[in-house]
């Protein structure tokens, strides 16, 4: 998530001179001066155009009475009958109700687990463990969500290390990756397991922007390591929390897709469905596309005004936003 | 910029700071090993089982090495076609797929850099920031690959994100910094566009162009979905979708070598299938490591 930040817009290094425009040149005699910049643009212009945008308007099928048979133009046009069935739609209600619970833990455990590992790694003397360290933390971000599930069922289903322990104290046998009653928690440690590493690099980042004589004139005053991270380090990167914080609020109807799909067979819909999920069994493998796809663009509206609400209140609080 | 990965090497310990005390050196070492210890044991249980004898793995003795040393599940598996095909799909994929996403992603974020001389440029560059912000969703998606008669096909696992906003913009951010006179010069020199692109800009960006090469490389060999839904032919299928079948779902290996044959692959053949699908990003892993942090807060930081 936090990839994004900051990097959608940045103003005009100051190292670029402006060209001032020369006068009595059209527009065309620029443009024509700048094809070869044409050539370059052109294929990802032609990507965006065919895979980003025509598919946005193929959300019409939010509007209609979708059959593949009879295709856009035939279909019968339904009006917003598709929304008001959303709404009534018990499957829906469930699966924004799992989106939001398993979002709640996330903002609550997965969030700020990584302030918590950068500030540990952060105090370490030795910068070789500190990089072993990263080097570890780092890996698991980078793994699939399909080895990932893989992996956590071997230690943790049925037939896995976590039984093979129990077995001799008598509990179990436990199958936690098959528990509905402990689905939720199950996926928050999943998440951050993965990412904990991953998320300490803007954390780190922020860490290191802060003057060292900070630190050494707070030792001068007496202060000792934990009155110096919460009277020095956690100020200095308060910003960034705030900002991280706000921007992960925005995108609160988007848990792990992937993860979650993986394990609902195992787990069942109603502890397992999301938003995102609702949508793929729905339409693609249910066959009803016009409430699949409008379930898809009211979350797709919803998120996005979610974001730009919170980069607004990002910027509000003195933060710099994102875009 | 230039915040992080370069500060200059600090004396382990500043003057000013208190010698640590030794409880706390231990509660840190302790927490430290164990948090290495849980990222790193299901990767070295699974490797030990999949070198196990398959009795050995069964009755549990395999905890950290294997009981009984065995290279019957990966022989197993190379002799079979199925896994021997998918690692061919996905690396296929993975390869073409990273090339054409770097040549694209490259000279559009070119073509961008000079909005304010190109007509028309920044307008695409709001196009292409748009749809960080709003995303079509699954079903439209779903339909244009499918009207498009992708389906079923390998550019059906590639063109849907052949090119992401994201590294766009890093890549773009990179290019603006660079200085602009080298490419003022070259211009007045005579030099085409396109020969600035690739004799000045790209030598000067190989750190950046690395990263995104990384990232869209481990994205194409970690994708299992766009393959779930868009690939019925389980002839085409890529590894991911490979071991989400056979481990996850517990279906067949030889489903579709051997028909007939409905017993669940044993565990050793599934954890060797888990381990080769991860080598290849265990592989490439040190180098995504020197690159990455770089990567991610290029442009990141402002200022």
Known sequence: ?323 | MAVVGTAPARPARPAWQEPPRRITSIVKGLVIAAITLVMLYPFVYVIAISFSAADAARSGDTLLIPAEFSLAAYRTIFAGDVVTRALLVSAGVTLVGTLLSVVMTVTLAYGLTRTREVPGSKFVLYLVLFTMLFGAGIIPNYLLVKELGLLDTYASLILPGAVSAFNLVVVRNFFMNLPQELFDSARIDGASEFQILWRIVVPLSKAVIAVIALFYGVAYWNDFFNAMIYLNDSEKWPIQLVLQQYVLQGSPLDQMAVSGQVEAAPKTIQMAVVVVATVPILLVYPFLQRFFTKGVLTGAIKG
């Open chain 1, 1 to 323: 998530m936090h990839q994004r930040l900051d990097t959608l817009e940045r103003p005009q290094t100051p190292q670029r001179t402006p060209r001032p425009a020369r006068s009595g040149r059209s527009v065309w005699a620029r443009a024509w001066r700048q094809r070869w910049m044409y050539v370059f643009i052109l294929p990802g212009l032609l990507y965006f155009v065919v895979f980003r945008y025509i598919p946005l308007a193929g959300n019409v099928v939010a509007f209609q009475q979708y059959s593949p048979f009879l295709g856009f133009a035939e279909s019968p046009w339904v009006g917003l009958s598709n929304f008001t069935a959303m709404f009534s739609d018990p499957e829906v209600i469930r699966a924004l109700q799992n989106t939001l619970w398993f979002s709640l833990l996330q903002i609550v455990f997965a969030f700020p687990a990584p302030i918590a590992l950068a500030l540990l790694l952060n105090s370490l003397l030795s910068d070789r463990i500190k990089r072993v360290v990263q080097s570890v933390v780092y890996l698991p971000h980078f793994i699939g969500w399909v080895i990932v599930v893989s992996l956590w069922q071997e230690i943790f289903g049925g037939a896995g290390v976590l039984n093979r322990l129990l077995e001799p104290v008598g509990v179990g046998p436990l199958n936690l990756m098959a528990d509905p009653d402990t689905f939720a928690g199950l996926i928050t440690a999943q998440v951050i397991w993965k990412e904990v590493g991953w998320g300490t690099i803007i954390f780190f980042a922020a860490i290191t922007m802060i003057s060292p004589q900070l630190y050494e004139s707070a030792a001068v005053d007496g202060a000792g390591p934990w009155r110096r991270l919460w009277h020095v380090t956690l100020p200095g990167i308060s910003s960034v929390i705030v900002l991280l914080l706000i921007l992960r609020l925005g995108t609160v109807l988007t848990v792990g897709f992937e993860q979650l799909l993986l394990q609902q067979p195992a787990v069942g819909a109603d502890a397992a469905q999301v938003v995102d999920t609702f949508t793929y069994y729905r339409g693609v493998l249910g066959g009803d596309w016009g409430l699949a796809a409008a379930v898809g663009l009211v979350k797709g509206v919803i998120g996005t005004v979610l974001v730009v609400g919170a980069n607004r209140l990002a910027k509000r609080m003195g933060g710099q936003g994102v875009f």
